[in-house]
């Protein structure tokens, strides 16, 4: 791809994969698809100066079409698929600690993935094998979708609009290759990236009429609107733990302790008896920090979700930027409110999930789910870092 320069002296570059989107739009043999992050909804119009009332996701869906996408679906519906698998993890490690060892960590934060494995290399088995999100949705959309169509998958493009851009090189690792042998996803562009192809394109994003994203698998639920949020995976998980253990709905907002800005929180609920320690942290030094006294024995949980950039993935470093100023927590807000809006607020609620599961994969942790949507992260090596715990002592809890 091509590099555009940012910093003043010219050291540092962003890469930009706009042209190759553009190349596979032009190309008629393509199937072009789009799939769009929880947090881009809340951040896309801000480089235009419009609000998110009016950049919402029904316009971003039209503008995808308009610039020439076959298909545009929404990455929640993935990340409800994401905490059936998830949860559905967590659980099993509770009841098999043979099956994988406690702290499970979240590793939908591929920022985070490659922090661990290249600094905490021994706590690799800790970490969820859920693949994150968008790869689920590659996944299923170059197996499931590609069958429905009658498609050869190895011609569909699949390009995730993502707040991020630790997911460029989350989508070439070699395990997230599952459904046939090309990449689940093939092209990951940030939001920066989108705005440009909205500018090359010459839309008004006021002007644009709403649409909805496509289905078969679109439909998603409050919980997974929040992934966008520090603290939104780990409510999203419980919500689902405490219904699969119970058989009960959860109350609403019954697991917000994990919400907010705060850099570390922690928190436990009651799941049907048995106490579930838990701990959110976001920004690599907050990270640093909780897993050295994870190591020292000073702290003790049984699910962390980490997420590298400050705030969650609306801090995320393919945001938007505004010199001096800090938007994750506002967007933040945006995604807590969709949830509170939202009808469903369970991922076990969602009917296409169901469907998918019933005619597709059967239940969460199958062998079809395990070999689509799980992966190995022993399967690819990360260059350790220097001795950074030299540098640094552990802090107690902020
Ligand atoms: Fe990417 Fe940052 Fe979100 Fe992690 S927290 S997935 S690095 S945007």
Redesign the pocket.
């Known amino acids: 791809g091509q590099c555009i320069t940012h910093c003043p002296v010219g050291a540092l570059s962003e890469r930009d994969d706009t042209a190759r989107v553009f190349d596979a739009l032009a190309d008629p043999d393509v199937i072009t698809i789009a799939q769009v992050a929880p ?1 881009v909804r809340s951040s896309w119009g801000e480089a235009f100066g419009v609000s998110p009332d009016v950049a919402t996701e029904g316009r971003l869906a039209t503008a995808l079409k308009r610039m020439g996408f076959d298909y545009v679906f929404d990455t929640d519906f993935a990340a409800d698929l994401t905490i059936m698998e998830e949860a559905s993890e967590l659980l099993d490690r509770m009841q098999h600690p043979e099956h994988g060892p406690l702290p499970m960590f979240t590793s ?5 993935v490659r922090y661990l494995k290249g600094h905490y290399p021994e706590l690799t088995a800790n970490l969820s094998t859920s693949k ?1 999100p968008h790869q689920m949705f590659g996944a299923v959309v170059k197996s499931f979708f590609a069958e429905r169509l009658c498609v050869d998958p190895r011609k569909m493009f699949v390009v995730s609009v ?6 460029k090189a989350e989508c070439e690792e070699p395990n997230q290759a599952d459904a046939c042998e090309a990449p689940d996803v093939d092209c990951v562009i940030t939001v920066r990236e989108l705005d440009r192809m909205v500018s090359e394109e010459h839309l008004d994003i006021a002007m644009l009429p709403e649409s909805e994203f496509d289905k078969p698998i679109s439909e998603a639920t409050g919980a997974a609107v929040i992934f ?1 949020a520090t603290g939104g995976v780990m409510e999203a998980a419980l919500r689902t733990a405490y219904h699969t253990v119970t058989g009960e709905a959860p109350k609403p907002d019954m697991f917000s302790d994990v919400r907010g800005m705060k850099g570390w929180k922690e928190a436990t609920f009651n799941m049907a008896g048995t106490p579930l320690h838990v701990a959110v942290a ?1 920004g690599l030094g907050n990270t640093h920090h909780l897993l050295e006294a994870l190591e020292s024995g000073e702290v003790h949980y049984d699910f962390i979700e980490i ?3 400050p705030g ?2 609306a ?5 938007p930027i505004h010199d001096g100023e800090e938007r994750a927590e506002s967007r933040g807000e945006v995604l807590w409110g969709l949830d509170r809006k939202a009808d469903l607020r369970n991922s076990y609620e969602n009917p296409s999930i169901q469907a998918l599961y019933s005619e597709y994969l059967e239940e969460p942790l199958s062998e079809r789910a395990e070999h689509l949507l799980h992966t190995d992260h022993f399967g690819w090596d990360m260059p350790l870092a220097p001795d950074v715990k030299a540098f640094s002592k552990p802090q107690s809890k902020v």
């Open positions: 947090a939908c934060c591929p920022g985070w994150s993502m707040p991020c851009l630790a997911k966008g976001s997420m590298a950039c969650g993935c801090g995320g470093g393919g945001q």
